[in-house]
């Protein structure tokens, strides 16, 4: 994955490669998905966003 980031005085790139290789995508058909602010931080992190819970909290399966 990588983000371009403007910062108001520059461009700078963001680079994350994913352990599994490819992302884990809704299976209803839906074409997109809508994350969160703390789902999508998650996932520049590379934590499992689609566990994340109330409060930030990454549950445990």
Known sequence: MKVLV???I???LAARRLNSGKFVWPRE???TANLS???F???V???P???LGDG???TVL
């Open 6 to 8: 403007h910062d108001g």
């Open 45 to 47: 992190l590379g934590l």
């Open 37 to 39: 602010r703390s789902q």
């Open 10 to 12: 520059g461009v700078w």
């Open 49 to 51: 966003w689609q566990r």
């Open 29 to 31: 058909g839906a074409l």
């Open 41 to 43: 931080d998650a996932l």
């Open 56 to 58: 930030g909290v990454i």
